[in-house]
T-cell receptor, first 113, second 116 residues
């Protein structure tokens, strides 16, 4: 069974700090990796996608992928209270599973003023 | 950016009734859409893949006769929960890739179903 694991948290950081969110996945053949943000009662919102080993930066967000370790992370710099949400890691295996996402259980992030 | 809409946003129904949820891609065509379900404090679980012009493919453990999916056009997929029961109460979310060449999904706003 393909699994995506996240620390459910909650993770609490002060405003302005760096929040670090981690995710591991079991399917070594996974092709695509995503981070979604979900506010309570809302649907997920795409933050980052990453496909190759290394870092990918977009504004305050940096995604890191290490396929050898089957590990993907998200760093949020200069965290703001509005970043408080559940962050979902999602993985796509590719091939015949193209487009299908397997989600982790999510990490609850709280940024306190 | 790409927009996916869902209707209704919230529905309350009596046990035994059927409920239809619509998912529309507003500014792009989607030959494939995905339906997810999210129970409280849990993550999203893929239910089925909706394919335009052909039968949907269901994930293991999802009853295809209970969750009817129709993808009649390139911009509309519908999920019908037949003979709904309280255990079907959940947050139903559809998604669609912006293009067939990408697996980046855009999610609809979701439908909160409550079965009494």
């Amino acid at each position: 069974q393909k699994e995506v694991e996240q620390n459910s948290g909650p993770l609490s950081v002060p405003e302005g700090a760096i929040a670090s969110l981690n995710c591991t996945y079991s399917d070594r053949g996974s092709q695509s990796f995503f981070w979604y943000r979900q506010y309570s009662g809302k649907s997920p919102e795409l933050i980052m996608s990453i496909y190759s080993n290394g870092d990918k930066e977009d504004g305050r967000f940096t995604a890191q992928l290490n396929k050898a370790s089957q590990y993907v992370s998200l760093l949020i710099r200069d965290s703001q209270p509005s970043d408080s949400a559940t962050y979902l890691c999602a993985v796509n295996a590719g091939g015949t599973s193209y487009g299908k996402l397997t989600f982790g259980q999510g990490t609850i992030l709280t940024v306190h003023p | 950016g790409a927009v996916v809409s869902q209707h209704p946003s919230r529905v309350i129904c009596k046990s035994g009734t059927s409920v239809k949820i619509e998912c529309r891609s507003l500014d792009f065509q989607a030959t494939t859409m995905f339906w997810y379900r999210q129970f409280p404090k849990q993550s999203l679980m893929l239910m089925a893949t909706s394919n335009e012009g052909s039968k949907a493919t269901y994930e293991q453990g999802v009853e295809k006769d209970k969750f009817l999916i129709n993808h009649a056009s390139l911009t509309l997929s519908t999920l019908t929960v037949t003979s709904a029961h309280p255990e079907d109460s959940s947050f139903y979310i559809c998604s669609a890739p912006l293009a067939s060449s990408t697996d980046t999904q855009y999610f609809g706003p979701g439908t909160r179903l409550t079965v009494l």
